[in-house]
């Protein structure tokens, strides 16, 4: 009988801490207006500033905008004209490089000389050397067949792919993060030196359309 007792005891006990801490004990609060204390994260406590939600926390009409935010549409032409000047200047003066750059060049060449536009050629023969899809080629082509063969026309192809990267990180991150973070992530792209110089912008090689047509889909995939 004391057994019973004691696991009758228990039992009620256990009912009552259910009655108490179960789900009609969590409608209840919520019923009588109880606050529901929500459990953050170390990465949420540490750095909620680097979450996207942040920016969208406060409604735009209530803050007041910063100063880029005023002047965004200045700041932003100038990173523009920073990354065309930086692109551009002296770029006749740039010698080929060997390899890569007058390999393209080659190519393009032969396929405006020769008509051979499915396959690219080095000497008159397939160039088994470069299997990289011919649209860099095409491109050189089409700008040699525009504007005549010169330097110019040989790295007009990457100098627009850059230059459209820096336009479509700036446009993407202004939606995405504000005007600050739009401004600033674009400066760094158009003074890079490894995104102007080292196989990218002011050179006839794939890297800076390459790099534009990984961009591209990442903002489409986000939009």
Known sequence: MRTRGVRSSSGASAVMHSAQHGPSAKIDR????????????????L??????????SVPSDLRRPTFLERHYV?????VLALAAFNLTFRLPNEVVTEWDESLYAINAWEMV??????????????DYYNTKPPLNAWLIALSFKAFGVSLVSLRATSVVSAWLTVLVLQGWLRRSAGATVAIFSSVVLATCFPFLYTHAGRSANTDALFTLLILLPLVTCWA
């Open 30 to 45: 919520a019923a009588q207006g109880i606050p529901r204390v929500i459990e953050k994260t170390p990465f949420e406590r």
């Open 74 to 78: 200045v700041f932003a032409l100038a």
């Open 47 to 56: 750095a909620p500033w680097w979450r996207a939600s942040t920016f969208r």
């Open 113 to 126: 000389k020769r008509g051979h536009w499915i396959a690219t050629t080095f000497g008159g023969a397939l």
